[in-house]
């Protein structure tokens, strides 16, 4: 990511058998919208049955009703404080996502009706 320039980034598994596009294979990711500076992650799951979770990440627990609005190439979000990231920040939960599927234990997640 580049300083100030808004952007979306989203971190998909494929399997290496599979035509790229798959339906199957997006419906689980990690993504990330905004600037270097400050930046929402979001990370969903489908579960066997079929249905899915969709979570806002974040460093540490919500303490308040306060937002902040994170403004990305085709919107804006809005998140509480403890849910905005740097992208030095994201960066190690990326490289988890990608080597195990997972994030770390210590992220907060926060789920979405979508």
Known sequence: MQLGKTTTYVL???PSNEEFAHPKSLTNYLQCAGT???MTLELRATHDNGEYTHWIL???PIT???TE???WDHGST???PEEVWTAEQAAPLFE???H???IPNWVHRRALDI
Do not use: L, S
């Open 12 to 14: 998909w598994h494929y």
């Open 100 to 102: 195990q599927r997972t």
């Open 64 to 66: 308040d009703n306060e």
């Open 96 to 98: 988890q996502y990608a």
């Open 58 to 60: 974040g460093r540490e």
């Open 36 to 38: 270097a500076e400050r």
């Open 69 to 71: 609005e994170i403004v």
């Open 78 to 80: 809005m998140v509480h």
